[in-house]
């Protein structure tokens, strides 16, 4: 079913691509309930592209997004670190999202992110704004959510939140915590861990030879 009533980016998806866009997203937020006539809106996307077979982060990106029915709340900037004059110097979500596809290979190369938030919230924002999904269709091809892969590899009664599945996988958390570009490199970390187990959907434990270690 698709998550979005705007027409989708032409681009096939190809799942057998070496590279994965790991993905992490913070929207506007309050300490407690939305003010009346706001919601959650995308104001960052944090993006690091893993290199699968090579086994390690190539690069790291960030979107800022200006949102259009809600404002940063001071709750928001004290957990993110992200100010409402910063995000209002964003682009528009349909920009963040063809730039995604145009610059990012979204739609062409797999995804994913640390739990299924941040695909609900894209579809959520791509409904309202009557924007195409940049993803491609169908989500569960398309996505890996990351945290229920580290659980079930690591034996966990509970899913845990990223902070904790580093601590766990004694890896150390890189940059700020709930900030979009930071969390998504600390992510990665967690899928080539996940690689190196051979746990990750679709890989083997052996790493490839020559290949170069994470950084």
């Given at each position: 079913?698709?998550?979005?009533?705007?027409?989708?980016?032409?681009?096939?998806?190809?799942?057998?691509?070496?590279?994965?866009?790991?993905?992490?997203?913070?929207?506007?937020?309050?300490?407690?309930?939305?003010?009346?006539?706001?919601?959650?809106?995308?104001?960052?996307?944090?993006?690091?592209?893993?290199?699968?077979?090579?086994?390690?982060?190539?690069?790291?990106?960030?979107?800022?997004?200006?949102?259009?029915?809600?404002?940063?709340?001071?709750?928001?900037?004290?957990?993110?670190?992200?100010?409402?004059?910063?995000?209002?110097?964003?682009?528009?979500?349909?920009?963040?999202?063809?730039?995604?596809?145009?610059?990012?290979?979204?739609?062409?190369?797999?995804?994913?992110?640390?739990?299924?938030?941040?695909?609900?919230?894209?579809?959520?924002?791509?409904?309202?704004?009557?924007?195409?999904y940049p993803f491609g269709y169908p989500a569960e091809r398309t996505h890996t959510n990351a945290k229920a892969v580290f659980t079930t590899?690591?034996?966990?009664?509970?899913?845990?939140?990223?902070?904790?599945a580093l601590r766990i996988a004694g890896l150390p958390l890189e940059g700020r915590h709930h900030r979009g570009e930071d969390d998504a490199?600390?992510?990665?970390?967690?899928?080539?861990?996940?690689?190196?187990?051979?746990?990750?959907?679709?890989?083997?434990?052996?790493?490839?030879?020559?290949?170069?270690?994470?950084?």
């Open positions: 079913m698709r998550e979005s009533g705007a027409r989708p980016y032409p681009r096939p998806m190809r799942p057998e691509s070496a590279l994965l866009n790991v993905i992490d997203v913070e929207a506007t937020c309050w300490d407690g309930q939305p003010p009346p006539g706001s919601v959650h809106e995308i104001i960052e996307i944090g993006l690091t592209v893993v290199d699968v077979r090579a086994r390690r982060r190539v690069s790291r990106h960030r979107l800022l997004v200006r949102p259009v029915r809600s404002a940063v709340s001071d709750f928001c900037t004290g957990l993110t670190g992200l100010t409402r004059a910063e995000v209002e110097r964003g682009v528009p979500f349909a920009e963040a999202c063809r730039i995604l596809v145009e610059e990012y290979g979204a739609g062409e190369r797999p995804w994913a992110s640390w739990g299924e938030y941040d695909r609900r919230q894209f579809a959520r924002q791509s409904r309202a704004d009557g924007v195409a590899a690591y034996g966990l009664p509970r899913k845990p939140g990223m902070d904790h490199w600390n992510i990665a970390a967690l899928v080539l861990d996940l690689l190196g187990r051979g746990a990750w959907p679709g890989t083997a434990a052996a790493a490839p030879e020559g290949a170069a270690p994470a950084r």
